[in-house]
C-alpha cells in the first residue's frame, strides 16, 4: 500500500496492518535468539530517504525467510563455508542468523544503513562471524563487480514495494550472473501492490530468470502467511 505525505513531492511510505509476529516472544533462530532484535538503533536521515527508513526494523518476509532457511537446512554443517550475499539487508536477520551457522555473508544496503548493520555486528564477539556489512546501489556494475563474488545463494526480503527499484533490483541480480558459478536467489515478499510484482516478473523474465514460489508447506508452518510467499530465481540463459 502507497500513502504520499502532504508535502508538494508525494513520498511514498509502507502502510503497515500490524506486524504479526512479534520479536518479544523470544523467537529462536537456528535454535537460539538474536540480540540485534531486541534494541534497534534510529538512524538520521532526511525525511526524503524512504528506502533507507525501511531499514530500521525488522520486517516479517525477513523472518518467514529465516524460517525457511532454518528448515531446509539437511544437516548441522548446512551453512558452514557457504558464500551468501543478502541483497537490502537492513537489520540484517537473515545474514546474522546465517553467518552464526558458519556462513561467510556478505550484508548488503544503501550507505546511508551501514551504522544499523556495523551496530548490530558488534553485539557478538570480535571474529565469531564472517559477516561484513557492504554498501550497494542497486544497479551499478562497480558497485556489484566490489562485492567480489561468486556466491553459493544471494537472498533479500521485502525489497519489492517501490515500481522504480524494481528494474535497479533485477539488473542488479543479471550483473551478479556474469560468473562460472550461477547461484539461486531466494526473495522473501509480502503483497502489497499487484502491479509491482507483474513488473517485477517482466524484468526477471527479460533479463533471462526463471521464477519458481516456493510452497507454504515447505515454509515454517508457524512463520508463513498467504500475502508473504517465497520466489526463487534461477539463472536460465547466457545471452540477456
Request: net charge negative; with cysteine; proline share 6%.
Amino acid at each position: 500500500l502507497i500513502a504520499t505525505t502532504t508535502s508538494q513531492t508525494p513520498a511514498p511510505v509502507l502502510l503497515l496492518k500490524g506486524w504479526r509476529w512479534s520479536l518479544e516472544d523470544k523467537t529462536l533462530f537456528f535454535g537460539r535468539q538474536l540480540p540485534l532484535l531486541d534494541s534497534p538503533i534510529k538512524l538520521d536521515l532526511p525525511s526524503e530517504n524512504h528506502e533507507a527508513k525501511t531499514s530500521q526494523r525488522v520486517w516479517d518476509s525477513a523472518i518467514a525467510l529465516t524460517k525457511y532457511l532454518e528448515r531446509i537446512s539437511s544437516e548441522p554443517n548446512y551453512w558452514r563455508g557457504k558464500r551468501v550475499l543478502e541483497i537490502g539487508a537492513g537489520c540484517g536477520l537473515p545474514s546474522f542468523a546465517l553467518a552464526l551457522q558458519g556462513a561467510e555473508v556478505i550484508s548488503t544496503d544503501l550507505p546511508e544503513v551501514m551504522p544499523l548493520l556495523q551496530r548490530n555486528l558488534h553485539f557478538f564477539e570480535e571474529g565469531t562471524l564472517k559477516l561484513k556489512p557492504q554498501p550497494l546501489m542497486w544497479g551499478d556494475r562497480e558497485s556489484v563487480n566490489s562485492l567480489k563474488g561468486p556466491f553459493d545463494l544471494i537472498i533479500a526480503s521485502d525489497v519489492l514495494w517501490l515500481e522504480s527499484l524494481v528494474e535497479p533490483l533485477v539488473e542488479t541480480f543479471r550483473h551478479l550472473m556474469d560468473t562460472v558459478k550461477k547461484p539461486s536467489i531466494l526473495i522473501a515478499h509480502e503483497t502489497r501492490s499487484l502491479r509491482i510484482e507483474d513488473v517485477f516478473v517482466q524484468h526477471v523474465v527479460q533479463r533471462g530468470f526463471s521464477l519458481e514460489k516456493i510452497s507454504h508447506v515447505k515454509m515454517d508452518s508457524f512463520y508463513q502467511d498467504p500475502n508473504i510467499n517465497i520466489f526463487q530465481l534461477t539463472f536460465t540463459k547466457g545471452q540477456n
